[in-house]
């Protein structure tokens, strides 16, 4: 069933428009695009089912897809040996480190760890520039220069 027949009163999305619904299924969430239909849910210990991805692995795959993807488009027009990316991504939290210097830096609790392996026969500058480019995708961009995000209700059928 594609995001475009769902048969449980899930709304329709277009292209470019995300639409996150509840299942029905406890925590579980239906994530249309107007062309995926993918699920996330927590795992059992946080109250979910763990049928799809939580809310953080979703957040961390999307890092991890643009910055595989940005890497590719680099190396493919530079012609550069590059065979395969890979990208192993982490999230955490460490309020004893962040805390260290509150009063005078402003507190990030979030840290997300990147592990980029590039396979292929590439010098050390290419490699290097690489690393460079990978901080330059657009949704590492977004997420540490911030994003705006405006939330509002919407308007209801009833």
Do not use: F
């Not at 048969?7 to 509840?22: C, L, Q, R």
């Not at 026969?121 to 480019?133: H, S, Y």
């Amino acid at each position: 069933m594609n995001a475009k027949q769902d048969a449980k009163g899930v709304p329709p999305s277009e292209a470019g428009t995300v639409v996150v619904t509840e299942t029905g299924d406890g925590l579980a969430q239906y994530l249309l695009d107007g062309r995926h239909r993918l699920l996330a849910d927590e795992p059992v210990a946080a109250g979910g089912k763990d049928i799809g991805p939580g809310p953080y692995e979703l957040l961390l795959m999307a890092l991890g897809a643009c910055t595989s993807i940005t890497l590719r488009l680099y190396a493919n027009r530079k012609q550069w040996p590059l065979e395969r990316v890979t990208v192993q991504l982490g999230h955490a939290r460490n309020h004893v480190e962040d805390c260290i210097a509150c009063e005078t830096k402003p507190v990030r609790l979030d840290h997300i760890d990147c592990a980029i392996t590039l396979e292929g026969a590439l010098d050390e500058g290419q490699r290097a520039r690489l690393l460079a480019i990978a901080d330059g995708c657009p949704i590492h961009r977004s997420l540490t220069t911030g994003i705006a995000i405006t939330t509002r209700l919407a308007a209801t059928a009833r």
